[in-house]
Nanobody, 125 residues
Framework: QVQLVESGGGLVQTGGSLRLSCAAS????????SGWFRQAPGKEREFVAS????????YYADSVKGRSTISRDNAKNTVNLQMNNLKPEDTAVYYC??????????????????WGQGTQVTVSS
């Protein structure tokens, strides 16, 4: 299993930007797809973005497409999510995730094998 620790959350005004980071340890992180989900109060955890093990393929939820960029640095065992033009509806706890097996990409929670503890993002109107 891959261990994941998020950082970079916080309070930002509408239209602002945040960069979330996730540091990985444990099994060879570079073999696993990674990404981000979020969960707002009273709602189910939802997919935000993911990236393949080699960084070639990226996937985004329609709600963040065009406003967010996911990237990874396998030499540093990190994955980042740059979010721009933030909206109040982006307010949620954001969770870093890694695939269930090497090479397995994901856009649903069922294909995730490891989770971070979450970082709060709050966008004020």
């Amino acid at each position: 299993q891959v261990q994941l620790v998020e950082s970079g959350g916080g309070l930002v005004q509408t239209g602002g930007s945040l960069r979330l980071s996730c540091a990985a340890s444990g099994r060879t992180f570079s073999n696993y797809a990674s990404g981000w989900f979020r969960q707002a109060p009273g709602k189910e955890r939802e997919f935000v973005a993911s990236i393949s093990w080699n960084g070639v393929n990226t996937y985004y939820a329609d709600s963040v497409k065009g406003r967010s960029t996911i990237s990874r640095d396998n030499a540093k065992n990190t994955v980042n999510l740059q979010m721009n033009n933030l909206k109040p509806e982006d307010t949620a706890v954001y969770y870093c995730a890694a695939g269930k097996a090497p090479g397995v990409v994901f856009t649903t929670t069922q294909r995730v094998g490891s989770w971070g503890q979450g970082t709060q993002v709050t966008v004020s109107s």
